[in-house]
């Protein structure tokens, strides 16, 4: 075991997708009896993704049951043992609509979508996924309802999401970060020509302080992994952070160390450490 003067961790926190699981959506072998490990020794594991709550099952069902989840890359605080939305915080409608006037005009031809926070992960009441006609989907997407971007916008949401299919999500976002300025936080989880707008302030890292405080959870041994840009203030905020072998050179710069891929159990082989 490297001498990092870390450790043992008794709070875990981790991205999913390109971290926990692959393109399978299945947690690794080593990964899984790693955290099963932790979890009997004590320590909480949170999972801290841009998924809305209802992406969450079919991961999390994998391990023994985990309390609490940040989704939307922070702006949802999610109780899974309850199925309640603890908190989310939006962008309302007048900056939704700024918002999408900047997209129109710095990326020509994007399609515009949005995600709704209810009150559960599966809350009938409350359309999840808006998006207009011409929004075409970075990942499948079965809640899918399309909406007028007048309707689109009308509501507040969680995140608005830009798709330019072809433009690598790096340069959409040198195109719309220095416009968008204070008015949202800015950020991807995929190059694959998607970026994703939040309110100011929203982070991964905001949201796990912020349930940290709701649900008393311990913060003076925290280890976070992650592989992408909407990772780096999460990799930052905890006391030691971990990229994953691939990841976007960002989050590498933001860890303090580097652990092989998902597809080489990369949390499991770092937490195997202590569990």
């Given at each position: 075991m490297p001498d990092t003067g870390f450790g043992p961790p008794n709070l875990i926190v981790c991205d999913i997708d390109g971290t926990l699981v692959g393109d399978d959506n299945l947690i690794g072998p080593m990964t899984r009896a790693a955290l099963e490990r932790a979890l009997a020794a004590g320590a909480v594991v949170v999972p801290a993704t841009g998924r809305p709550p209802r992406w969450l099952a079919e991961i999390i069902d994998q391990l023994p049951p985990l309390p609490y989840a940040v989704c939307a890359n922070g702006a949802v605080l999610y109780d899974v043992s309850q199925d309640r939305i603890l908190h989310s915080t939006t962008l309302d409608a007048p900056t939704l609509a700024w918002l999408a006037g900047l997209a129109h005009e710095q990326l020509p031809g994007c399609g515009l979508a949005a995600e709704r926070a209810g009150n559960s992960a599966h809350d009938?009441?409350?359309?999840?996924?808006?998006?207009?006609?011409?929004?075409?989907?970075?990942?499948?997407?079965?809640?899918?309802?399309?909406?007028?971007?007048?309707?689109?916008i009308s509501q507040p949401a969680v995140k608005m999401l830009v798709r330019c299919p072809g433009m690598p999500s790096a340069e959409m976002a040198e195109r719309m970060r220095p416009l968008v300025g204070t008015v949202a936080d800015l950020t991807y989880s995929t190059d694959n020509g998607l970026i994703e707008l939040a309110a100011p302030g929203v982070s991964k890292a905001a949201g796990l302080q912020t349930l940290a405080g709701l649900a008393a959870l311990p913060?003076?041994?925290?280890?976070?992994?992650?592989?992408?840009?909407?990772?780096?203030?999460?990799?930052?905020?905890?006391?030691?952070?971990?990229?994953?072998?691939?990841?976007?050179?960002?989050?590498?710069?933001?860890?303090?160390?580097?652990?092989?891929?998902?597809?080489?159990?990369?949390?499991?082989?770092?937490?195997?450490?202590?569990?």
């Open positions: 009938a009441a409350t359309a999840p996924f808006v998006a207009t006609t011409d929004y075409r989907h970075a990942w499948l997407n079965p809640d899918h309802v399309e909406l007028s971007e007048r309707d689109l913060t003076d041994s925290v280890i976070a992994f992650g592989d992408m840009p909407n990772d780096v203030a999460m990799l930052q905020w905890a006391d030691y952070g971990v990229a994953m072998g691939d990841a976007h050179p960002e989050a590498k710069a933001a860890a303090q160390e580097v652990t092989t891929t998902v597809g080489d159990d990369g949390v499991g082989r770092i937490l195997s450490r202590w569990f």
